[in-house]
């Protein structure tokens, strides 16, 4: 079975090649705009490249499409944190309880949140951060490990090596290519027709 853009971008950031995932996540989210599991993936993404606003905006998406999931509010916790927004991301912690009170990471980041959050509240500003943040680094997480509702099912079989599946992101990449200066070609060969049979009636109505 030929895999797809969205299964080729998941495999791809699961071999750590992030650079190569975003545009066959995006791909995929063309195709299907309501897979909260690639909102997260290009979340992760972003934050990778420590664009933490954008990885936000994709773990809020991944949200709205499923507010069952504990991972997709825990992930938008951690941006918020990178962000400098305790309160916020306290609060998203929070929620990722609520949809999953035996998630670790998030039990974890809600507690360790909790004294800057209430910081937050009394002097109005973000700048209190705790320490001790480094586990909840985002970009050195595997997501293998989660299993939430909604999350990415992992393929048959384990994950791909990454060599295959820079092979077949190539091959699929290349099959595009090909198809689209096929299509052009066709485009081009219908002008030329076009033009001739321009070409031909002008003849004639000069001939004749």
Not at 10 to 32: S, W
Not at 74 to 91: D, I, T, W, Y
Request: aromatic share 6%; glycine share 12%.
């Amino acid at each position: 079975m030929a895999r797809t853009p969205a299964d080729l971008g998941i495999e791809l950031y699961k071999a750590g090649d992030h650079e190569a995932a975003m545009p066959l996540l995006r791909q995929g989210l063309e195709q299907e705009p309501e897979r909260g599991d690639l909102h997260m993936y290009l979340g992760m993404c972003w934050g990778k490249r420590d664009r933490w606003a954008d990885a936000l905006r994709e773990f809020e998406k991944a949200s709205d499409l499923d507010g069952a999931n504990a991972d997709y509010p825990f992930f938008a916790g951690v941006a918020l944190m990178k962000l400098g927004r305790a309160r916020e991301a306290h609060s998203m912690f929070h929620v990722a309880l609520l949809n999953n009170p035996q998630h670790p990471q998030a039990k974890a980041a809600w507690e360790q949140t909790q004294d800057a959050a209430s910081e937050v509240i009394k002097s109005g500003s973000s700048a209190a951060l705790p320490g001790g943040l480094a586990g909840l680094d985002i970009t050195s997480m595997d997501l293998s490990a989660f299993g939430g509702a909604g999350g990415a099912a992992k393929p048959a079989g384990g994950a791909a090596p990454a060599d295959d599946v820079a092979a077949a992101a190539e091959a699929f990449r290349a099959s595009r290519e090909a198809e689209a200066t096929k299509k052009k070609g066709c485009g081009l060969g219908i002008i030329s027709l076009f033009g001739l049979l321009t070409l031909c009636v002008a003849l004639l109505s000069v001939l004749f």
